[in-house]
């Protein structure tokens, strides 16, 4: 999530979601502490992308694992750590170094980024990704029919932005995205 407000975010949580990817790149180390501190006070298993202040000491501190950037070209030292992709290629180097999974975007047209040209993913891609790589998440234009094949189709599993805060109603959207999921989801 982007944006500075905890309350949406605590509220996604308690509608049912557990794992949380926090990318606040314009808050200050203290106030991240503050945001993890409520975040897995609430339940919520928290990944800190490391374009978020002090990420890197605070998962240290905390025990928790680091998400790094498509152009993130090694692991963080000792940190367990996921990472975002938008090739084979490029996730196979991540899994190389130790990933514990990866997203693959953009899986369909990103609803938060609906200008992007990029080719996407689909549902065959995506599976195939998943067989020869490891643990996928699909990122972008995730809908609940979307993450149902995807999870139909053996990806592990489905990680959502824009089609959860762009929708209507958010918590309705967390809800049946969970439900779409399945188990281990």
């Given at each position: ?5 905890l309350?949406?975010?605590?509220a996604?949580i ?5 794992d949380?990817l ?5 808050l ?8 993890l501190?409520a975040?897995?006070?609430?339940g919520?298993r ?6 978020t202040a002090?990420?890197?000491a605070?998962a ?21 750590f ?9 996730a196979?180097g991540?899994f ?20 992007d ?10 599976a ?11 990122l972008?234009?995730?809908?609940p ?12 599993g489905?990680?959502?932005l ?10 309705a959207r967390?809800?049946?995205l969970?439900e ?6």
């Open positions: 999530m982007s944006g500075g407000e309350d949406p975010l605590l996604v308690a509608a049912g979601a557990r949380v926090l990318r606040e790149p314009d200050s180390p203290s106030a991240v502490e503050v945001w501190s975040l897995q006070s609430a919520a928290v990944r800190l992308h490391t374009k002090g990420a890197e605070l240290r501190r905390h025990g928790i694992a680091v998400h790094l950037a498509s152009t993130a070209e090694a692991a963080t030292q000792g940190l367990r996921s990472q975002s992709c938008h090739s084979v290629a490029q196979r991540a190389e170094r130790g990933a514990e999974f990866v997203f693959l975007s953009p899986a369909f047209q990103p609803h938060s980024k609906p200008e040209e990029r080719e996407t993913w689909g549902v065959e891609r995506l195939k990704a998943q067989k020869e790589l490891g643990p996928v998440l699909a972008g234009g995730i809908t029919d979307r993450a149902r094949a995807l999870r139909a189709a053996g990806v592990h489905v990680a959502v824009g089609g959860v805060w762009r929708a209507p109603d958010p918590l967390v809800q049946a969970l779409a999921a399945g188990p281990n989801r």
